[in-house]
DNA sequence: CGGGATCCCCCGCGATACTG
DNA sequence: CAGTATCGCGGGGGATCCCG
């Protein structure tokens, strides 16, 4: 009772067998941000639309990680039982608690980019030549 | 002039071949964040002491992460020659430009893991059970 | 249309040993 | 103390085929 905060959570990524580093490591996965970006910014997407959207994306790891995302409870997949099949892709409310902050990461990584060109550049100049 | 807005910067991560989109994969890579956080709140450490605070890193990946943060103009790397030799890791102030959001990424991933254990339980249990 | 199943290759990454 | 060099494997992930 000597140094036990009651607001602090009990979760800390710089543990590796805290269960928060693993999500950590599920919102860092090459896919995550533009999938939760892209339905930030559409609201809601059919797989396929997701698919043309996303460049470079295999269909495996759409599917994979979007299965990911649905099972932590992020996004939520509703199919329509036409023929075809439809199937849409839309953000829960916890997903949306995240959408701010990839937007940010995405917005921060294209604004910045310029810089850390400069960055790389001036480094491999010194290093390479 | 139809459709081209001044104030847009030209980078798109949506875009495969887009810079951007490997800036953006850097960011997510597993130790990256970590690092970055560890390094913001401690103001500046050896590598050592970053060894200890990132639990299960590896010598390989730590040195890995940090090359390329220094590549990326987001972190310096000073040696002191003395003996043994010193080195000491801070933050640019691009790299504390980014210390933000990642810090709310990996709070955001500690606050709410217990929703997320809940909906993979939920899903588990729907899937598995 | 929206995937699941399978095959297979590549390389990320850990473990270990060595150096200035 | 702060790395580099090398080896070896496990699995991430692309390509392909097939199915409801």
């Known amino acids: 009772m000597t140094s036990t905060p009651l607001l602090e959570h009990p979760f800390d990524a710089f543990n590796a067998h805290c269960p928060s580093r693993r999500l950590l490591?599920?919102?860092g996965d090459k896919w995550t941000s533009l999938v939760v970006v892209a339905l930030g910014v559409h609201g809601s997407l059919r797989y396929t639309e997701l698919f043309k959207r996303i460049d470079g994306v295999s269909q495996k790891m759409l599917?994979?990680?979007?299965?990911?995302?649905?099972?932590?409870?992020?996004?939520?997949?509703t199919v329509t039982p036409t023929v075809p099949v439809g199937t849409d892709y839309a953000l829960t409310p916890l997903g949306d608690s995240l959408l701010g902050l990839l937007r940010l990461l995405?917005?921060?990584?294209?604004?910045?980019?310029?810089e850390v060109d400069d960055a790389r550049a001036a480094h491999d100049a010194r290093t390479g030549g």
Chains 1, 2 share one sequence.
């Open 63 to 77: 599917t994979q990680t979007l299965r990911n995302l649905e099972r932590d409870g992020l996004v939520t997949r």
């Open 106 to 114: 995405k917005e921060w990584a294209e604004e910045h980019m310029g």
């Open 25 to 27: 490591d599920a919102i």
